[in-house]
């Protein structure tokens, strides 16, 4: 009979660490045991091993921490400060498991561009009034230059110029629900109207590159600790493959060849994306996708785990064609999202739980709260106020944020819940009001805590005069919360005539 040795790997480390919670030796330093050299060099290439189940540890920046045993882990992105070494789901009931902390290149916190190095006061404060404050003209920045948005004192940076770039068209942020920054906010990701993507330096602004790759809806989603790494998928996902760019060197490979997995399961598949709008795990490690045939009918969803390259699960559609999947920030869930009678629902990735979370699809995000729990943001039209909601993927409780129907107006909205490092909060911008007068969260951007009766930070006028899809202010958050990136044709109401802007807040501004 075969040795498991990979279980013999688990059980000798989990009889390792019931010893060091019965006081084998005397502990040293904050939490660790004095097996802490034997328990270090299990860790492998990459992970620091920072505490045992049960104790706390203190992150002194935003770091990439996972808990769990062996090859069973829940992997998170932790602000600074004091961690629990335990998550929610427990990715090894019955096991000992311990936390380890990501030794690669993580996310600079609280960093300012030079533009904004200087721009605060220490004292400093956001403002969570709900007032409709007028509007003022502010002349457009030129490009690299902060200026103080005047209503609400925070420092603006105009990122890109289309024109002096020689960038076709616009040049803009893709979407809300698409990390902007690589991880630690030195690059910043760049959409054009001819379907090029480009990187800028997200400290400088300078123009650096277009890639060489990605092209039209490729769903470029940045490495979560390495600042050069991004994942795409062919256009449109024609091809079923999933590829690994190095923006820097410009070498490219696949980390994922689904097309012979998939049609064995569905012979007429031809296509395997998110449809623009989804995002893999926090990690990067589990991905969820809509599977398309040569006449865009949809035949199913999967899930797939990057690590072991295994497909997880399936799920049939039967025809109902999601407007969008995307797995959750956890990586425990596999939401999909439609105008069908499916609604919006989140699976477990063998697709054999189910939790509703609307009746329908409409714009949305998925974020952490505070708990550090998967949780659904939207808007919901179809009720009296028109809320802002959230639902915990857990649970399945729903909790209303605020309405969006006030004095008779109403207004469009995105959803950014891409602070991993930051989580408890969510990105909103709204643009293309009606019905009124200009109400308190109309035309803004805003931070919105993830709790009932929430603090509402208003960060910004965007100052788009809304003319079309192009000129939406898609606004998306970095990491930890210190970049909002959003788009703009400032005032001038052009359809195309749009660049991207970026709003830098103090860390810790968020209270």
Not at 147 to 172: I, L, Q
Not at 478 to 485: E, P, Q
């Amino acid at each position: 009979m075969k040795r498991d040795l990979k279980r013999d790997v688990v059980v000798w480390r989990a009889a390792l660490m019931s010893l060091a919670l019965l006081g084998c030796g005397g502990e040293t330093g904050e939490g660790m045991p004095d097996s802490e050299s034997a328990e270090s060099a299990l860790a492998p290439a990459g992970w620091e091993t920072v505490a045992n189940q049960y104790q706390s540890f203190t992150l002194d920046k935003p770091s990439t921490v996972r808990f769990g045993v062996g090859d069973q882990w829940v992997t998170r992105e932790m602000p600074a400060g004091r961690v629990y070494c335990f998550f929610n789901p427990d990715p090894a009931p019955g096991l000992f498991k311990t936390c380890q902390k990501s030794t690669s290149a993580g996310p600079v916190s609280g960093e300012l561009s030079p533009a904004c190095a200087t721009f605060y006061p220490p004292d400093f404060a956001l403002s969570s009034a709900r007032q409709a404050y007028p509007i003022p003209a502010l002349a457009k920045p030129s490009k690299g230059v902060a200026v103080s948005e005047p209503t609400y004192k925070t420092c603006v940076v105009r990122a890109t110029d289309h024109t002096a770039d020689g960038v076709s068209g616009f040049a803009r942020n893709d979407y809300s629900r698409r990390q902007g920054f690589n991880a630690n906010n030195t690059k910043q990701l760049i959409y054009a109207l001819d379907g090029a993507w480009h990187v800028y330096d997200a400290n400088t602004r300078a123009y650096l590159k277009r890639l060489s790759g990605p092209a039209a809806d490729a769903e470029p989603q940045w490495h979560p600790t390495n600042p050069d790494l991004l994942y795409y998928l062919p256009t449109n996902g024609v091809g079923m493959r999933l590829h690994e760019l190095n923006v820097s060197t410009g070498a490219s490979r696949v980390v994922g060849d689904f097309g012979a997995r998939l049609k064995a399961r569905w012979p007429t598949a031809m296509a395997a994306w998110t449809r623009s709008e989804g995002s893999p795990s926090a990690d990067r490690r589990y991905w969820c996708f809509m599977v398309d045939d040569a006449n865009w009918g949809s035949v199913g969803v999967f899930t797939w785990d990057r690590d072991t390259d295994t497909v997880l699960g399936t799920y049939d559609t039967h025809g109902e064609r999601p407007d969008h999947v995307s797995m959750s920030p956890s990586g425990t869930s596999c939401v999909v999202s439609s105008d069908g009678a499916l609604g919006t629902a989140a699976f477990s990735r063998d697709f054999s739980k189910k939790v509703q979370l609307h009746s329908k699809s409409e714009h949305s995000d998925l974020a952490l709260d505070a708990n550090g729990d998967d949780t659904y943001v939207a808007v919901d039209y179809q009720s009296n106020g028109g809320d802002v909601f959230m639902v915990n993927l857990r649970t399945g409780v729903r909790t209303t944020l605020f309405p969006t129907y006030v004095a008779g107006t109403a207004t469009a909205l995105h959803v950014s819940g891409k602070a991993f490092a930051r989580p408890g909060w969510v990105l909103i911008s709204t643009y293309a009001d009606y019905g009124g007068a200009q109400q308190w969260l109309h035309r803004t951007l805003m931070a919105v805590q993830l709790k009932a009766s929430p603090t509402v930070y208003t960060l910004a006028h965007h100052r788009v005069a809304s003319n079309g899809y192009w000129s939406e202010p898609h606004a998306s958050v970095n990491l930890d919360f210190t970049r909002v990136a959003f788009n703009s044709n400032w005032g001038s109401g052009s359809a195309t005539d749009v660049d991207a802007y970026v709003v830098e807040i103090p860390a810790g501004a968020l209270k």
